[in-house]
């Protein structure tokens, strides 16, 4: 099986020249943080996508959860901020242990609260995006 390299970018990475990124032929594909946690969007996200969409490097959004608010709360501000830029690729969401933010792991992650918050937003999902997703 062939591997694919790509990179994940937000609002950190400041300005990309996306000509050098296409030219070094090494990305095959770009994901770009839209959101974070309810309520904060990354004010790189749009320009990023216009600029991979111009070069054609493949281009998808992912959000950065927070264990702080609920998945479906999230689901919905990520699923609104992305309409109109989603993209080629699926959208993604990034899970981390930075996501806890100083929660106490075991009332954050308890089993069915984390289960529900993943796959809660389901159907919601593909209504908006018309696309499955993967975990």
């Known amino acids: 099986m062939a591997l694919t390299h790509g990179i994940d970018i937000s609002q950190f ?3 990309i020249d996306w000509e050098k990124v296409k030219d070094s032929g090494k990305v095959e594909f770009v994901y770009a943080r839209a959101t ?8 790189s996200y749009r320009s990023f996508h216009d600029g991979a969409k111009l070069v054609g490097i493949p281009f998808g959004a992912y959000h950065f959860f927070s264990f702080r ?11 609104t901020t992305i309409n109109g830029y ?16 100083g929660l106490d792991i075991s009332a954050a992650c308890s089993e069915n609260s984390f ?14 995006t018309g696309r499955r997703r993967r975990i």
Request: aromatic residues 6%; without cysteine; proline residues 4%.
């Open 13 to 15: 990475q400041q300005k």
């Open 36 to 43: 974070e946690g309810l309520g904060f969007i990354d004010g």
């Open 69 to 79: 608010d609920t998945g479906i709360s999230q689901a919905y501000d990520f699923l």
């Open 86 to 101: 989603q993209g080629q690729l699926l959208p993604m969401v990034d899970i981390e242990q930075i996501s806890l933010h």
């Open 115 to 128: 289960l529900h918050d993943l796959h809660g937003p389901r159907i919601l999902e593909r209504s908006k």
